[in-house]
Every structure is written in structure tokens, then in C-alpha cells.
């Protein structure tokens, strides 16, 4: 199943992609949503990000490359930082260079979307069962910023710098994609899950052991190497296999 959120004259709604069509779902897919109304043409509907996180948990340096170009070490256990759930935009939204930073950069990965309510999981079984599907997931950052202060809040959580989308994908094996970023067409980033250092079940286990996860949240899984610079004007996508392309303009 592949679901998304929408806005269509006015109103905003979860749906279930289906083949060029969209119908609306009476609730989150997660949360137990049904179909309801006529099939829309997908064509004819702006995408929203895909959920409406209560919080997005993510991973520094989870895979070894990217930690290796950044001349640091892979942690011995997750490094975990949050992003705010208002820096999440869709598809297609516009991400926001700030006054205050000279180099932001891209960061194309993977990311779970939480369906059942997760607390310290004791396995990565029990992790599993409570993902509801995954997503492509930008995770911006003030490069300068994050180098300057040490601290990652400030650099990684300027509004729009969580794009999400554009659908969320329930068959899938997070552990063999292919996770890439194009800016302008060039390609940046290509990397396989293959080679991430914590899995995601991991992952979810292990931040379910710190915090609550609920229904909507999102854990990002980290970036493969080649992150670079945005600048004005610039069009980035992230494609993981199996999901689809998550496109923004950068203003
Ligand atoms: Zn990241």
C-alpha cells in the first residue's frame, strides 16, 4: 500500500495511492483510515507531506562513508537528535536558505513512519511490527552551524528543513535500497541501506528504549556520503528505490 496526504479545494486529507488515482481516507492509514469518496486523478492534487509527526528522531553518522567525510567516527551506539515537527514540508514546498547560515546541505535518507504506539521494544521484532511503511526524507542541515556549535538543534531544525514524501510505502524492505540525491539533475548521493551501521528495526528499538515513539512519528535512518551545498534557485530530489522521488526547490 501506498499512502500520502493531499489538499484538494480546501481541504486536506490522507489517501491511499492507486495506480494515477488518489482516494481519500477517513483517518491516518495507520490509525485505521477507509477509503471514501470517488478515485482522484494524482495529477490533479497537491501532496503534503505524508504524515504529521509528532517529532522526527534521527541518526548522525549511520553509515561509515559519510561519517569517514565529515573525518568522524561511527559511534559506538546510535547518536540520536531530533528534528521539530515544524520544519516538515511536502513535496514540491520551497526549503528556506536562513540569513544565518553560509552553507546548508542536503541529505537524502531513508525514514520509517511509526503506525502503533512503541515503548522501550525489546526487540527489533517487536520495532518492526510497530513501523507502519517508509519515506524519503531530506534531512537539511546548517553545515556551518552544526560545525561551529557542536550542538545539532539549531543547524538541523530551521523551518522547512524536514521535507518528507511524497508517498509512504508498506512493502518494502528497508534493507536493500538504494538511497540517492540529485541537485539540478546531477547526482550527489547514492548510497545502498545495505551499508548502514544500526538497521532501522535496530534503530526504532533503541529510541523506543529513550522516548515514546506514537502513531506519525518519523525515525530517520542517516545519510550515505556525498552531502553538499543547496544554493537559491537549485531543485533537490531524494529517490530511494521502491518509494519514489521527494523533489523541493531551494529559495
Ligand atoms: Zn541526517
Given amino acids: 500500500m501506498r499512502s500520502c496526504r493531499f489538499t484538494r479545494g480546501g481541504r486536506e486529507a490522507y489517501g491511499v495511492v492507486e495506480g494515477t488515482t488518489v ?7 495507520w490509525l485505521g483510515g477507509l477509503p471514501e469518496g470517488p478515485a482522484l486523478p494524482l495529477a490533479d492534487l497537491e501532496l503534503l507531506a505524508p504524515t504529521l509527526p509528532g517529532k522526527v528522531v534521527a541518526v548522525g553518522r549511520n553509515y561509515r562513508a559519510h561519517a569517514a567525510e565529515q573525518g568522524a567516527e561511527v559511534p559506538k551506539e546510535p547518536l540520536l537528535f531530533l528534528k521539530p515537527s515544524s ?19 542536503h541529505e537524502s ?8 504506539t512503541l515503548t522501550r521494544a525489546g526487540t527489533a521484532a517487536e520495532a518492526r511490527a510497530a513501523i507502519f511503511g517508509w519515506t524519503c526524507l531530506n534531512d537539511v542541515t546548517a553545515r556551518d552551524i ?30 536493500d535500497l538504494t538511497v540517492s540525491c540529485r541537485v539540478n539533475g546531477e547526482q550527489r548521493q547514492r ?30 535512518t542517516g545519510t550515505p556520503e ?24 531551494v529559495a
Avoid at 520551497?94 to 553560509?102: F, G, N, Q, R, T
Avoid at 538497521?199 to 529510541?207: G, S, W
Avoid at 537559491?232 to 521527494?246: A, H, K, N, P, Y
Fill in 23 to 29: 482516494r481519500a481516507l477517513s483517518a491516518a492509514p
Fill in 87 to 105: 520544519a516538515v514540508i511536502g513535496p514540491g514546498a520551497a526549503i528556506v536558505l536562513p540569513e544565518a547560515s553560509k552553507l546548508v546541505h
Fill in 109 to 116: 535518507e531513508l525514514a520509517a513512519v511509526i503506525g502503533r
Fill in 146 to 175: 552544526q560545525r561551529a556549535e557542536g550542538h545539532f538543534t539549531r543547524a538541523k531544525s530551521f523551518d522547512t528543513f524536514c521535507p518528507i514524501g511524497p508517498v509512504v510505502e508498506t512493502a518494502l524492505d528497508p534493507l
Fill in 191 to 220: 548510497g545502498t541501506t545495505r551499508d548502514m551501521v544500526y538497521d532501522p528495526f535496530l534503530l526504532v528499538a533503541f529510541i523506543s528504549q529513550v522516548m515514546t515513539l506514537y502513531p506519525g512519528d518519523v525515525v530517520t
Fill in 226 to 249: 556525498g552531502v553538499g551545498p543547496l544554493k537559491r534557485g537549485d531543485w533537490v530530489e531524494v529517490e530511494i528505490s521502491g518509494i519514489g522521488v521527494l523533489k523541493n526547490p
